[in-house]
């Protein structure tokens, strides 16, 4: 059973940055591809971001891609959110989640495909 805790949430205004954190505990992280999701209110959950377990292979949504940048640390059992140019779109709730990836290089961008998941972290993007 892993156990995922994201952090790093909060206000910013528009063109801001935040960095989010997601500490995993209760597995080996190394053999999980990791992901960002996100979920505003009264839409469904939306894929952000995945990483591979080589920590290299990346895959990001086309609405984030060149703002945000996902990367893991496998000695720190954790996988970071960068957020820059922030947007009053990407208001919303963001998940960590993890999934059991048999290829090192799989990156994972449907939910389904992932195994277990954080509480989530508010971020709010004010204009």
């Known amino acids: 059973q892993v156990q995922l805790v994201e952090s790093g949430g909060g206000l910013v205004q528009a063109g801001g940055s935040l960095r989010l954190s997601c500490a995993a505990s209760?597995?080996?992280?190394?053999?999980?591809?990791m992901g960002w999701f996100r979920q505003a209110p009264g839409k469904e959950r939306e894929f952000v971001a995945t990483?591979?377990?080589?920590?290299?292979?990346?895959s990001y949504a086309d609405s984030v891609k060149g703002r945000f940048a996902i990367s893991r640390d496998n000695a720190k059992n954790a996988v970071y959110l960068q957020m820059n140019s922030l947007k009053p779109e990407d208001t919303a709730v963001y998940f960590c989640?993890?999934?059991?990836?048999?290829?090192?290089?799989?990156?994972?961008?449907?939910?389904?495909?992932?195994?277990?998941w954080g509480q989530g972290t508010q971020v709010t993007v004010s204009s």
């Open positions: 990483i591979a377990r080589n920590g290299v292979s990346t």
């Open positions: 989640a993890a999934g059991r990836a048999r290829l090192y290089t799989s990156r994972l961008v449907n939910p389904y495909e992932y195994d277990y």
């Open positions: 209760g597995g080996t992280f190394s053999t999980y591809a």
